[in-house]
């Protein structure tokens, strides 16, 4: 198995590029960890959740007061990449085949149509080819609906003067690696390390705090000093844990626990420059960008499911219960200055994140800039999401 590139300068090995080779070479002999990332086999038939049931439209709150006009446009991107996928070919290799959202095949009919279909008759489009499903009543007692964002942040193309923390491209050989399941070095192993010149980070920035919310995200937009916009998307992961920096200042006594939000988090390691990197490194999960050239600013960032999100229509999903693709409908409450006010949207699953895990569980992506962020951040809702599968497929 070839190795990961080295990671040099002036002739010396990093310490960095010997984690990284030694990780692929432990996986070629047979050290092997969970992956989930790189071409995976389909994972075996889904039975689903016992409990099920099938209810009317009228049972969802707010259906007839949604626009579900958007909720098409969105499920169009997705429908593009479902229509050419073999009859018996999961919606979502990762998720399987079978159980309440079937095969490729069930779906396809209805995407051929919702692809000629106009917005403005997308209500009767999801009420002719869709049944909405509710879940068993033990899951909704840890529903939780969180919120994300495309952040935008101040960097530049070379390293110099303020721009410190650099935004980083996957190594060579890592998707050789992560398909044999090997474990890779921390977040602070990696920022410890040195870089080749082929290796140079895609974009430098001047706030490590910037660095850190973005992994956290997983997209962005940088302004360079000359005022273009270069935008980032989500690479790959090495597969480290995850860990909540929030949950680690709760514990230590920081923030409390009904205060903790994406910015008293960030306030806080912004007050404690001291502190901040050692907790920042807590959360071990690293992540690596990719450059997207070409992009209109009007489209949001391209998700898992390799299209681009729509804000308040795209959810991130556990994608061990719902694959990529699915449609769903979520009746929760957002939160404004003025107080919280409902939620309640069709929705299509184009995303996933490694603190996405349950049934009743979803992160719903808001936009990019500022105000995005500022939902994004307060948002901790309870709530229920249902799931709407093609006629035949319902229970």
Not at 77 to 90: E, F, M, N, T, Y
Request: proline share 7%; net charge neutral.
């Amino acid at each position: 198995m070839g190795g990961v590139a080295g990671l040099k300068q002036g002739g010396r090995l990093s310490a960095l590029s010997v984690l990284f080779a030694a990780a692929l070479a432990l996986g070629g002999c047979g050290t092997m960890q969970g992956s989930d990332s790189g071409v995976r086999p389909a994972q075996p038939a889904q039975a689903g959740p016992s409990g099920l049931h099938a209810i009317s439209f009228s049972d969802l709150p707010g259906w007839a007061a949604d626009n579900q006009g958007a909720a098409l446009l969105s499920f169009k991107r997705s429908c593009a990449r479902i229509v050419k996928l073999g009859a018996a070919d999961p919606l979502d290799r990762k998720t399987g085949s079978g159980g309440i959202y079937g095969e490729a095949g069930d779906w396809q009919p209805a995407c051929r149509a919702a692809l000629d279909t106009d917005p403005a008759a997308a209500r009767a489009f999801f009420e002719r080819w869709f049944t909405p499903v509710r879940f068993p009543s033990e899951s909704r007692a840890d529903a939780l609906f969180t919120g994300y964002y495309e952040p935008v942040m101040r960097g530049s193309l070379t390293r110099h003067g303020a721009y410190q923390t650099p935004i980083l491209r996957p190594p060579r050989g890592f998707a050789e690696a992560r398909r044999a399941g090997v474990v890779f070095p921390t977040r602070a192993q990696i920022e410890a390390g040195d870089y080749d010149a082929d290796r140079q980070p895609i974009v430098w920035l001047d706030n490590p705090v910037d660095a850190f919310f973005l992994h956290v995200q997983g997209s962005g937009r940088v302004t360079l000093e000359n005022g273009e916009t270069v935008r980032l998307a989500f690479a790959g992961k090495t597969g480290r844990p995850y860990t909540s920096i929030g949950k680690v200042l709760i514990d230590r006594g920081a923030i409390a626990r009904e205060d903790v939000s994406m910015q008293t988090i960030r306030a806080w390691l912004e007050a404690h420059p001291d502190q901040a990197k050692g907790v920042m490194d807590m959360n071990e999960s690293y992540i690596f960008f990719r450059r997207l050239d070409g992009v209109s600013a009007d489209l949001g960032p391209v998700g898992a499911g390799r299209v681009h999100l729509t804000p308040g229509r795209s959810i991130a999903v556990d994608r061990s219960y719902h694959p990529l693709g699915s449609l769903f409908y979520l009746a929760t409450s957002y939160p404004t200055p003025g107080g919280e006010k409902p939620l309640d949207h069709l929705m299509v699953a184009q995303d996933t994140g490694s603190a996405i895990l349950g049934l009743q569980r979803a992160d719903i992506f808001f936009g990019s800039g500022d105000r995005a962020g500022w939902v994004a951040g307060h948002m901790k809702s309870h709530g229920e999401l249902f799931a709407l599968v093609p006629k035949d497929l319902a229970p």
